[in-house]
């Protein structure tokens, strides 16, 4: 081929790829989403990446299209190849594993997510975990944050409209794998936790949501944020001649806050514990109102008629003020016992029915099981849920606090390093995870490590 033909050929080539590209960009969000489930991988992978460009647009687009399949997922008779490819194109677009439930959109780069909340003026929920979202064996927390609360219309409909998402691994999720020899095997992965900040639209840290909690507790939780934080970062319009307008420098100041949860949930802890019969003497007396004196021969009562809703504890005034407390009597008076009966007594811990209706498809595909054995089985993952929440609460929420208002809450990644270090006690410092001992004999070669260093 001569020269000028090869010019020819080149500049043909690059005309149609002008062309190829404008009309790509061209096409809506409901002709990218019937390209992203096509059976040519580079279509397929080509549509994905423009409907993720385009956000909840190019997600909702994809669902929409797909409503018939997804309720044929919920009903256990969908077509398994035109499941396989819907549910890869939603997942890529969301970057959230089963986000054909949740309908939620996902940022893994922070600083992208920072420019969409300074864009929208909303604060960002930022999450940590083991492993990946969108992937099926993310650590445990994460895959019950999937099916029981991202489910659930209240917590959808604020995480939708009220935040920006974002996610970030940690490290890889330790898988497990029992192979009984026969062909079956049980898949599943051991330790691990996470975590959820809530950052304002600069990144820095509001407070954090440790571990699992109730999608009660969890809905009554986010309906606080957006209102905390528009209420500093909002802008003033001065009376000024040329018809400028400032912005206030934002309040990144957030220890009250902090101080009101902080406060409702040790008083809780030693209200609810005073209820289950502890005696009062080996318990401290841990607030008093502060908006009116105490007479001489008042009881100090505050700690039990302090306010039970967290939407309200969070929304009102500074009502209760702190005097020194001694977190540890409170620890050392909870016994096994104790922590189960809370977990009864700390609130409402009920399951949605749209989260019923995920669990029971993501459980029992097939539906070969009965609803007996569904029942059972939902009555133990409630009771574990509410195991998890008043602990959660009670014990690592409030350190979370304290943590926050003694310490610099600008910089995540070194506080979030603390969490995964003396929190949770899993530092990157350990490889394994807390699940190798040196001084455990296993009588197998490498003492179970296949060698790796350790």
């Not at 096409?27 to 040519?40: G, I, K, W």
């Not at 009101?260 to 019969?277: C, I, Q, S, T």
């Not at 807390?434 to 260093?453: I, K, P």
């Amino acid at each position: 081929m001569s020269l000028r033909s090869l010019r020819s050929a080149a500049a043909l080539f690059v005309v149609a790829a002008f062309f190829s590209i404008t009309a790509h960009a061209s096409e809506t969000a409901e002709e990218l989403a019937h390209r992203a489930v096509s059976s040519d991988p580079s279509t397929t992978n080509a549509a994905i990446e423009s409907l993720r460009k385009m956000g909840y647009e190019g997600l909702d687009a994809l669902l929409s299209q797909n409503r018939a399949l997804i309720e044929a997922r919920f009903a256990g008779n969908a077509d398994p190849e035109k499941w396989k490819s819907a549910a890869y194109a939603i997942d890529k677009v969301a970057r959230q594993k089963d986000a054909w439930a949740s309908g939620l959109f996902w940022h893994t780069d922070l600083e992208s997510a920072k420019a969409e909340a300074a864009r929208t003026g909303r604060p960002i929920i930022s999450l940590r975990l083991l492993g990946n979202l969108d992937e099926e064996l993310s650590c445990a927390n994460s895959r019950f944050f999937r099916s029981i609360l991202y489910t659930d219309d209240r917590i959808r409909s604020a995480l939708r409209e009220e935040f920006v998402l974002h996610w970030q691994s940690e490290r890889p999720a330790p898988v497990m794998t029992v192979d009984f020899g026969d062909g079956r095997k049980l898949v599943t992965t051991v330790t691990g936790n996470s975590i959820h900040y809530f950052l304002s639209p600069d990144g820095r840290i509001i407070d954090a949501l440790p571990g699992l909690y109730s999608p009660e507790f969890f809905a009554e939780y986010l309906g606080n944020f957006p209102a905390l934080v528009r209420q500093r970062f909002e802008a003033r319009r001065p009376d000024r001649s040329d018809g400028r307008s400032l912005l206030r420098a934002p309040d990144t100041r957030f220890e009250a806050h902090r101080n009101r949860v902080r406060n409702y949930l040790l008083a809780k802890w030693r209200g609810d514990l005073l209820e289950l019969g502890v005696d009062a003497s080996k318990l401290p007396f841990v607030f008093r109102p502060a908006t009116e004196p105490r007479s001489a021969d008042e009881n100090p009562s505050a700690v039990d008629a302090a306010p039970r809703a967290v939407t309200k504890m969070v929304v009102e005034a500074d009502l209760l003020q702190p005097t020194p407390i001694r977190k540890q009597q409170l620890l050392e008076n909870t016994s096994n016992e104790h922590w189960r009966a809370l977990a009864e007594h700390f609130g409402y811990i009920g399951i949605s029915d749209e989260s019923l209706r995920f669990v029971r498809a993501k459980y029992d595909p097939s539906r070969s099981k009965s609803n007996e054995a569904f029942g059972k089985m939902t009555e133990k993952l409630i009771e574990s849920v509410s195991l998890d929440t008043v602990q959660n609460a009670y014990v690592f929420h409030t350190q979370i606090l304290e943590w926050l208002n003694n310490g610099d809450d600008s910089d995540l990644e070194a506080f979030n390093a603390r969490v995964y270090s003396e929190l949770f006690l899993t530092p990157a410092s350990d490889p394994w995870l807390g699940l190798y001992r040196d001084d455990v004999f296993l009588a197998v070669e490498g003492n179970g490590t296949g060698g790796r260093e350790q």
